[in-house]
């Protein structure tokens, strides 16, 4: 499927929105029935006039004389009658718009549903490359704000529009009815201040584009902010970054001007079309009066019919508005399913299949995010089944770079990875990450309980987690909380020392068991003794796996099976320790350099 294939359209949501065809019939024959309802009310004014007014006898009298007797029937009685029946009537009228409203709601909520599950599939989907330049606030409001938007127009404005049209329809063929002459001189000046107003109306999409991205780069600063508070605020930086937000702020504020006072300028405008309708009504109809073809009555009673017409006509100037916002917010929205995306493989082989012992082989890989300017070349590596392999180097040597070539993050520019001599685009990503737990030097956490962060919902007994925290140096810590493996860990594990959220992740390795094991500076913020014990604890765990240990802290890779150093994205050497050692190259120096440092 292409992405343009993947897009939202009107169309493709009137499509979720008709799988709703139970709720969608029901909302339109709740509409035609309110409208049924709530035309006849206008008329009761004529009514009244002659009776209350002119002693002339019509429905009311009529209807009350079959149960009350001639004396009884006076004009008090006439009008609560005529306001109970208006009262009953208007109450069925505004009990039918919950029950059609509700209709609308549900399905406009299903479709918001439908779409943002849509967006959030798509996720795993989106490069690495798209969310490096990403900020969360953009993507927050894509899937919040903008989701919203468009929830709002389907649930409240379709709504209401749909009352409107049925009812314009309604109106207009009772006062054909009544008289042909006014209901000609309103179905032409209504439509000609709809069309004006549409015409002013268009222009307000941009504008209402402008508002979003602003208020886009402004939530997308404030998370960023707030994300980094405590850095910012060890560096005595928080003025400058609220002037920032401030500025964006501001930003948002103009935006918001712009927009909101010239939809004012056309809500006004079409306001005043719709009172010149009224002016123009009342001296078209006092004419008709002097020429004896109306009664004064019915010019009341058709003033409401007018009063109806210009409501439902300004519903409908409404949603033009709304739909412009909302046909923005569905082209922020299109920008998401626009977004680079991994490259999809078929899964054809799988080498993790009742395999224990895994191969990785890299032949000749280059990678380059910009072309020309290379970050891996001919990287060439042979990891053999249940051995240990070192990767050091300098930072920005490469060595992450080539683990998310791995895993897929990035494609290769040439070269082959395979995995038990398959390619790893034979095996593909998705099952490759499955079968290969990687920790990382900033392992994240969710503000969940510590049973959920280190199982992921995995189905784990508490005595499989009490041995993994024990293995990583956690045991007496958590058993030191009141609710243990249930305690809160707090936004991104606020609560807990890097070095503790390392072993946190340590432990959701444990768990994985898989069959390859890669710890990228897993334990950079570990001292040293706690390091130990942590290696000599995962030992036996690790020596039944394929374990690439990526490292500044040389102590960590002296016991590896082999040792590749890393130098301006190449393999400058390799070899065990003491290889390295004697070569007195690279790795001899860093090292040498480590343990004057400790000394």
């Keep these: 499927m292409t992405k343009q294939n993947n897009l939202f359209t009107w169309s493709s949501i009137l499509k979720i929105a008709l799988e709703h065809g139970k709720n969608f019939a029901l909302a339109n024959i709740i509409a035609v029935i309110k409208t049924l309802i709530y035309l006849p009310v206008p008329l009761i004014i004529p009514s009244l006039i002659n009776e209350v007014l002119l002693k002339q006898p019509g429905f009311f009298t009529k209807m009350l004389s079959k149960v009350l007797s001639a004396y009884l029937i006076t004009p008090g009685l006439i009008m609560i009658t005529a306001f109970t029946l208006v009262l009953t009537l208007r109450v069925f009228v505004e009990i039918l718009g919950v029950l059609q409203g509700r209709e609308f709601k549900i399905i406009s909520k299903d479709v918001v549903l439908s779409m943002r599950t849509k967006l959030l599939l798509h996720l795993n989907n989106i490069s690495m490359k798209e ?104 560096d005595n930086k928080e003025s400058g970054f609220i002037q920032k937000l401030i500025g964006k702020a501001q930003q948002v504020r103009d935006d918001s001007i712009a927009y909101e006072w010239k939809t004012e300028i056309v809500s006004n405008f079409s306001g005043m079309l719709l009172f010149i309708g009224v002016d123009l009504y009342y001296i078209f109809a006092m004419t008709l009066i002097l020429v004896n073809d109306f009664t004064i009555g019915m ?73 020309q300017k290379p970050i891996l070349t001919d990287i060439t590596m042979q990891i053999a089944p249940n051995t240990k392999v070192g990767i050091v180097g ?56 510590i049973r959920n962060n280190v199982t992921q919902d995995k189905n784990i007994t508490d005595e499989q987690i009490w041995k993994a925290l024990e293995m990583a140096q956690l045991k007496p810590l958590i058993e030191s909380y009141e609710l243990k493996l249930d305690t809160q860990v707090g936004k991104r594990g606020v609560r807990f020392s890097g070095g503790q959220r390392q072993r946190f992740a340590i432990a959701r390795m444990l768990l994985c068991d898989s069959k390859v094991v890669i710890l990228d500076e897993a334990t950079s913020a570990l001292d040293l003794q706690t390091e130990h014990d942590l290696f000599k604890s995962i030992h036996d765990f690790l020596a039944s796996k394929t374990t690439i240990v990526i ?49």
Aim: charged content about 15%; proline content about 2%.
């Design 551 to 599: 490292t500044h802290r040389l102590s960590t890779i002296i016991d590896s099976d082999i040792i590749y150093v890393m130098n301006n994205g190449q393999i400058a050497e390799q070899g065990t320790h003491n290889n390295l050692v004697q070569l007195k190259g690279i790795y001899y120096s860093l090292l040498t350099l480590q343990q004057s440092k400790d000394d």
């Design 131 to 234: 969310y490096e330049t990403l900020g969360s606030g953009k993507l927050a409001s894509f899937y919040i704000k903008d989701l919203d938007t468009i929830d709002e127009f389907i649930g409240t404005t379709v709504s209401q529009s749909v009352i409107a049209i049925l009812a314009l329809i309604g109106v207009i063929i009772v006062l054909f009815l009544i008289n042909w002459k006014i209901a000609l001189f309103i179905l032409l000046f209504n439509p000609l201040s709809l069309i004006l107003t549409a015409k002013f109306s268009k222009k307000l999409k941009e504008l209402k584009t402008c508002q979003n991205k602003a208020f886009e780069l402004f939530q997308e600063a404030f998370i960023e902010t707030i994300d980094a508070i405590a850095q910012i605020r060890s």
């Design 394 to 449: 300098t930072s920005g040597s490469g060595k992450s770079t080539l683990i998310q070539a791995l895993l897929g993050f990035y494609p290769i520019t040439s070269g082959e990875i395979t995995i038990n001599s398959a390619s790893i685009h034979d095996v593909g990503f998705k099952r490759i990450r499955e079968n290969i737990s990687t920790v990382l030097q900033s392992p994240v956490m969710f503000n969940d309980t």
């Design 299 to 371: 010019m009341i009673a058709l003033l409401q019919y007018v009063f109806q017409v210009q409501w439902y006509m300004t519903v409908l100037v409404d949603m033009q508005s709304k739909f412009y916002a909302a046909d923005s917010a569905l082209t922020r929205i299109n920008e998401v399913m626009q977004f680079e995306t991994e490259p999809e493989y078929i899964e054809t082989i799988n080498p993790f299949m009742d395999r224990q012992n895994i191969t990785i082989d890299i032949n000749k890989l280059s990678f380059s995010y910009v072309p």
